[in-house]
């Protein structure tokens, strides 16, 4: 945490769960200088200590690039999920599903994992070892239809997400925003996600996707929307027309509004 003593106002941006802002070396800078803590959404919000906002606490979401946010309504794709996260974000789990449950009754449907250490500079050896270690499985489902890709940069991802029919995720609770699933939406991608961290707040449920309380109400809406394509293009426009998101000038806006 670094603030300027000669500012006038001071914002402290935060971005990952709030409850270490609780160890001494932070509880004294924010006591002296009782900064604004802006959250990027409500989950967000919640995971700060009411007794450390001593000024105020604003919530202003990321961004999203241009090149996610003027996609154009198109036909249904192939059958064909996508996860563009973490590993280890509930990737095992995915797998799992999609293995047992999706692929079984959709034996032609495909799951493309878009994801690898190499996205998270300066991750710890440890933690690039259980990404590999999950993404090995990938290696192994071939025949269950799930095909593994090296992480792409925005410009490809966005044509990447145009060929994608649903994006499965089910969200973690030490995620504050998910900017992937915010992406994916903003491309018209309906998705489905469990009620975990964020990603409530990224879903319209019923609308531009749907929020699952379990396994098996997860597993039937993605092959509902892997299968259906009224309900698909339902979603896709809905998604289109409500999920875009902010520009990050927008967003700056708002940062330029509390100086």
Known sequence: MTLYPEAKR????????AG??????????????????VTTG???AATVPRSLVLSE?????YGILDSFRHAEPREPPPQRAIFTS?????????LDLWA?????????????IFAGPTVYRGVAAESEKRM???????EDMHAHGVRRHAPVGREMLALVLAGARVMLYRGDPGETFCLSLAEAQAMGVPAVVQPLGSVVERVIDGVSGHIAGDDDSFAAAAIALLRDDDLWRRYHAEALARQRGQSWDEVAAQFEALI
């Open 86 to 94: 973490n590993p280890l974000r509930g990737l095992d789990w995915l």
């Open 42 to 44: 409500r989950y967000h």
């Open 100 to 112: 047992e449950r999706i692929h079984p009754a959709l034996p032609q449907a495909e799951l493309h």
């Open 10 to 17: 001071r914002v402290f941006w935060l971005h990952n769960p």
């Open 132 to 138: 590999e270690t999950v993404l090995a499985r990938v």
């Open 20 to 37: 270490y802002l609780k160890k001494p070396r932070f509880l004294c800078r924010l006591a002296w200088y009782q900064p604004t803590l």
């Open 57 to 61: 606490l604003v919530i202003i979401p």
